[in-house]
């Protein structure tokens, strides 16, 4: 039998485990345990077998440890004997032997991260900024913010930089971490094996808002996706009613213009996210809000209300003027 004390051990410590293993069941989160390509195979499959090297140690040492325990209490007499032979070979042969496989295994995954199984057929420039990404696809006028859309189940090379401080790109459900740093430009690749959404987020500290420096890579087919780019590289569609109309030319004639590009306007600023497609993308500010009418009015009205520290400022539009700004982004589809 347990002694009281023993058994409240044994409670608090199911508590935890039964807390961790319940946590750890919403799906919601983006997880490196449920890979979606070849890069976090890679990452998923060497977790689960350093877990389960961790967890067969952690069981033999508890053993190692309850089992002298428990014969002791019961006043057993154990055969003494020489331990040099027990040390050399649990103390020294086999965690030498572990490590020099585990460390095989990271030298072997990073060598197969390093190139994609096929020629890249893609080139995409992403840039790190406070608090957003730019996205730009070589050879294309497409230019669109904290959105990366890929064809599916095709490798797409990544050169990755930053506008001011470190930052760092990880995608859990498709490729580990790679910083963004200063004067510099990483390349690396991705590949995602089937169609979706994928929340990524910025995993370096860069600053007051690091939190909500999300992007999304949505994986389409290849049609779909050629679809998707040449509507991309096409100028912004002319407004088609009086309200829109009047929201372009509030929009050109104030601050917006300086800091914005809307391609086909006299917006041509260069400070802030490309504007041309901004009413086709799922979120705004970097995945802190959806993007409807009622978010992004709260959003151009005043942005710190939902990022303090950002670098737009409050736009003192009236009410009516601040509603057909608001209808023209949201028709360019």
């Keep these: 039998m347990l002694a009281p004390k023993q058994r409240r051990l044994l409670m608090a410590l199911g508590c935890v485990l039964t807390s961790g ?23 998923a499959t060497s977790w689960w077998i350093l877990f389960s090297v961790a967890a067969a140690v952690c069981i033999l040492v508890t053993v190692l440890a309850v089992v002298p325990m428990l014969l002791r209490r019961r006043r057993r007499q154990v055969k003494g004997g020489d331990g040099k032979r027990f040390v050399m070979i649990c103390g020294i042969i086999l965690p030498g032997l572990v490590l020099m496989a585990t460390f095989a295994l ?74 963004l740093l ?20 910025c995993a370096e500290y860069c600053g007051l808002q690091h939190a909500h420096m999300a992007f999304l890579v949505v994986a389409q087919p290849r049609a779909d996706f050629d679809t998707w780019l040449g509507r991309q590289a096409q100028d912004a569609p002319q407004p088609t009613t009086a309200e829109a109309q009047r929201g372009l030319s509030v929009l050109t004639q104030s601050s917006c213009a300086t800091c914005h590009t809307v391609r086909g306007t006299s917006a041509t600023g260069d400070i802030g996210p490309d504007l041309t497609h901004v009413g086709g993308r799922q979120r705004l500010a ?16 005043n942005s710190q209300t939902v990022k303090p520290g950002n670098i737009m400022p409050p736009q003192h539009l009236s009410p009516e003027d601040l509603r057909a700004v608001v209808t023209y982004l949201q028709g360019l589809g």
């Excluded at 293993?21 to 990452?43: I, M, N, Q």
């Excluded at 959105?147 to 459900?173: C, K, M, N, Y």
């Excluded at 094996?193 to 990524?200: A, K, L, Q």
């Excluded at 970097?286 to 009205?301: C, Y």
């Design 21 to 43: 293993v319940v946590a750890g069941c919403d799906r919601s989160t983006p997880s490196a345990l449920d890979p979606s390509g070849p890069k976090s195979d890679l990452v």
């Design 106 to 179: 990271s030298v072997t995954d990073i060598a197969t991260d390093a190139s994609p199984p096929r020629p890249s057929r893609m080139t995409i420039d992403v840039i790190g900024h406070r608090w957003w990404w730019e996205v730009r696809y070589q050879g294309s006028a497409a230019v669109t913010a904290n959105e990366i859309h890929v064809p599916v189940g095709t490798p797409v090379q990544l050169r990755l930089q930053t506008a001011d401080v470190i930052h760092s790109f990880w995608v859990p459900e498709v490729m580990p971490k790679m910083d």
């Design 182 to 201: 200063p004067k510099r430009v990483n390349e690396t690749w991705l590949s995602v094996s089937r169609p979706g959404t994928y929340r990524g987020q």
């Design 286 to 301: 970097a995945g802190a809000i959806p993007n409807d009418f009622g978010h992004m009015s709260g959003w151009v009205a």
